[in-house]
Protein backbone atom coordinates (compact mmCIF):
# COMPACT_ATOMS: atom_id res chain seq x y z
CA UNK A 1 0.00 0.00 0.00
CA UNK A 2 1.79 3.22 -1.33
CA UNK A 3 1.33 6.64 0.67
CA UNK A 4 -0.73 8.23 -0.85
CA UNK A 5 -3.52 5.53 -0.91
CA UNK A 6 -2.96 5.33 3.15
CA UNK A 7 -3.31 9.01 3.34
CA UNK A 8 -6.58 9.16 1.13
CA UNK A 9 -8.21 6.26 2.89
CA UNK A 10 -7.36 8.12 6.40
CA UNK A 11 -9.30 11.40 5.01
CA UNK A 12 -12.05 9.76 3.69
CA UNK A 13 -12.51 7.89 6.93
CA UNK A 14 -11.95 11.18 8.91
CA UNK A 15 -14.53 13.01 6.65
CA UNK A 16 -17.48 10.07 6.73
CA UNK A 17 -17.40 9.98 10.40
CA UNK A 18 -16.96 13.54 11.69
CA UNK A 19 -17.24 14.29 14.71
CA UNK A 20 -16.70 17.27 16.78
CA UNK A 21 -14.48 15.31 19.50
CA UNK A 22 -11.71 14.78 17.13
CA UNK A 23 -11.26 18.69 16.33
CA UNK A 24 -11.18 19.58 20.42
CA UNK A 25 -9.20 16.59 21.06
CA UNK A 26 -6.44 17.13 18.04
CA UNK A 27 -6.98 21.14 19.45
CA UNK A 28 -6.45 20.20 23.46
CA UNK A 29 -3.33 18.04 22.43
CA UNK A 30 -1.83 20.16 20.22
CA UNK A 31 -1.94 22.71 23.52
CA UNK A 32 -0.99 20.46 26.01
CA UNK A 33 2.24 20.14 23.98
CA UNK A 34 3.13 23.63 22.36
CA UNK A 35 1.49 26.04 25.20
CA UNK A 36 3.92 24.97 28.00
CA UNK A 37 6.52 24.71 25.70
CA UNK A 38 6.17 28.19 24.83
CA UNK A 39 5.69 29.27 28.55
CA UNK A 40 8.94 27.53 29.28
CA UNK A 41 10.60 29.28 26.47
CA UNK A 42 9.51 32.78 27.84
CA UNK A 43 13.55 34.54 28.84
CA UNK A 44 11.62 37.40 30.57
CA UNK A 45 9.56 35.42 33.84
CA UNK A 46 11.27 33.88 36.58
CA UNK A 47 11.84 30.07 36.42
CA UNK A 48 9.54 28.97 39.20
CA UNK A 49 6.80 30.90 37.38
CA UNK A 50 7.67 28.86 34.23
CA UNK A 51 7.60 25.56 35.97
CA UNK A 52 4.03 26.39 37.68
CA UNK A 53 2.03 27.62 34.99
CA UNK A 54 3.90 25.27 32.19
CA UNK A 55 2.74 22.41 34.71
CA UNK A 56 -0.42 24.38 34.96
CA UNK A 57 -1.44 24.37 31.63
CA UNK A 58 -0.16 20.85 31.10
CA UNK A 59 -2.85 19.27 33.59
CA UNK A 60 -5.48 21.21 32.35
CA UNK A 61 -5.10 19.87 29.04
CA UNK A 62 -4.82 15.89 30.12
CA UNK A 63 -7.33 16.92 32.34
CA UNK A 64 -9.59 18.50 29.03
CA UNK A 65 -9.47 15.58 26.93
CA UNK A 66 -10.97 12.73 28.58
CA UNK A 67 -14.03 15.17 29.29
CA UNK A 68 -14.56 16.00 25.61
CA UNK A 69 -14.74 13.06 24.88
CA UNK A 70 -17.21 11.59 27.78
CA UNK A 71 -19.31 14.42 27.43
CA UNK A 72 -19.31 14.24 23.44
CA UNK A 73 -20.49 10.41 24.38
CA UNK A 74 -23.24 11.12 26.66
CA UNK A 75 -24.86 14.01 24.90
CA UNK A 76 -24.85 11.53 21.52
CA UNK A 77 -26.92 9.19 24.15
CA UNK A 78 -30.21 11.65 24.14
CA UNK A 79 -30.33 10.76 20.04
CA UNK A 80 -32.08 7.25 20.63
CA UNK A 81 -35.89 8.63 20.37
CA UNK A 82 -34.94 9.91 16.38
CA UNK A 83 -36.73 7.06 14.15
CA UNK A 84 -35.43 8.78 10.91
CA UNK A 85 -31.82 7.81 9.84
CA UNK A 86 -30.72 11.10 8.58
CA UNK A 87 -32.26 12.97 11.41
CA UNK A 88 -30.55 10.65 13.87
CA UNK A 89 -27.00 11.12 12.16
CA UNK A 90 -27.73 15.09 12.45
CA UNK A 91 -28.81 14.87 15.24
CA UNK A 92 -25.93 12.65 16.65
CA UNK A 93 -23.45 15.22 15.41
CA UNK A 94 -25.41 18.44 16.69
CA UNK A 95 -25.47 17.06 20.03
CA UNK A 96 -22.01 15.90 20.59
CA UNK A 97 -21.02 19.16 19.30
CA UNK A 98 -23.24 20.68 22.03
CA UNK A 99 -21.49 18.20 24.80
CA UNK A 100 -18.34 19.24 23.79
CA UNK A 101 -19.58 23.14 24.36
CA UNK A 102 -20.85 22.04 27.34
CA UNK A 103 -17.59 20.05 28.73
CA UNK A 104 -15.94 23.48 27.60
CA UNK A 105 -17.87 26.43 29.17
CA UNK A 106 -18.71 23.82 32.17
CA UNK A 107 -17.72 20.80 33.08
CA UNK A 108 -13.63 21.68 32.37
CA UNK A 109 -13.70 24.75 34.18
CA UNK A 110 -15.12 23.38 37.08
CA UNK A 111 -12.90 19.92 37.32
CA UNK A 112 -10.13 21.70 36.84
CA UNK A 113 -10.32 24.29 39.71
CA UNK A 114 -11.12 21.32 42.03
CA UNK A 115 -8.28 19.09 41.12
CA UNK A 116 -5.21 21.49 39.62
CA UNK A 117 -4.54 22.80 42.61
CA UNK A 118 -4.25 19.81 44.86
CA UNK A 119 -2.24 18.22 41.88
CA UNK A 120 0.24 20.88 41.85
CA UNK A 121 0.43 20.95 45.98
CA UNK A 122 1.40 17.34 46.04
CA UNK A 123 3.78 17.54 43.12
CA UNK A 124 6.00 20.67 44.48
CA UNK A 125 5.00 18.74 47.98
CA UNK A 126 3.98 21.89 49.55
CA UNK A 127 1.52 19.81 51.90
CA UNK A 128 4.92 18.41 53.42
CA UNK A 129 6.26 22.29 54.28
CA UNK A 130 5.10 24.10 57.11
CA UNK A 131 6.51 27.75 58.00
CA UNK A 132 8.16 28.11 60.86
CA UNK A 133 7.48 31.55 62.02
CA UNK A 134 9.77 33.90 62.30
CA UNK A 135 11.82 34.90 65.53
CA UNK A 136 12.90 38.50 66.43
CA UNK A 137 15.05 39.40 68.73
CA UNK A 138 14.83 42.60 70.85
CA UNK A 139 17.92 45.10 72.04
CA UNK A 140 17.24 43.57 75.67
CA UNK A 141 18.40 39.95 74.09
CA UNK A 142 14.78 38.63 74.56
CA UNK A 143 13.94 36.38 71.70
CA UNK A 144 10.12 36.22 70.74
CA UNK A 145 7.98 34.32 68.14
CA UNK A 146 6.86 36.94 65.60
CA UNK A 147 2.70 36.41 64.44
CA UNK A 148 1.79 37.81 61.47
CA UNK A 149 -1.01 41.01 61.88
CA UNK A 150 -4.12 40.07 60.08
CA UNK A 151 -4.60 42.83 57.65
CA UNK A 152 -8.60 43.62 57.04
CA UNK A 153 -8.77 45.59 53.78
CA UNK A 154 -12.61 46.04 54.11
CA UNK A 155 -13.08 47.63 57.40
CA UNK A 156 -15.85 49.53 58.97
CA UNK A 157 -13.91 52.78 59.66
CA UNK A 158 -11.49 52.88 56.45
CA UNK A 159 -14.22 52.32 53.46
CA UNK A 160 -14.43 53.96 50.19
CA UNK A 161 -17.93 52.15 49.14
CA UNK A 162 -20.96 53.47 48.21
CA UNK A 163 -22.10 52.11 51.58
CA UNK A 164 -20.22 53.81 53.51
CA UNK A 165 -21.55 57.20 51.91
CA UNK A 166 -25.01 56.40 52.15
CA UNK A 167 -25.02 55.35 56.29
CA UNK A 168 -22.80 58.00 57.34
CA UNK A 169 -23.10 61.12 54.73
CA UNK A 170 -20.22 61.46 52.10
CA UNK A 171 -17.21 63.26 53.95
CA UNK A 172 -15.21 65.64 52.27
Same mark, same amino acid.
Given at each position: ?20 ? =???VAIATANGIFKPL ?13 ? =? ?11 ? /? ?7 ? /? ?13 AKLAKSNLGFLGV ?21 ? /????GAQKSQPAKVETK ?11 ? =? ?20
Amino acid at each position: MSVTSFAKKIMESVGKNNSPR =YAVVAIATANGIFKPLSTLLDKKEKPETKK =YTALREFLTECIA /IPIYIGCSF /IAEKFVKGIKDPQRAKLAKSNLGFLGVCAAAALVIPAFCSVVIKPMTDM /IYHKGAQKSQPAKVETKSGAVFEASEKKV =YPYSNYHTCSFASFRNGGMKV
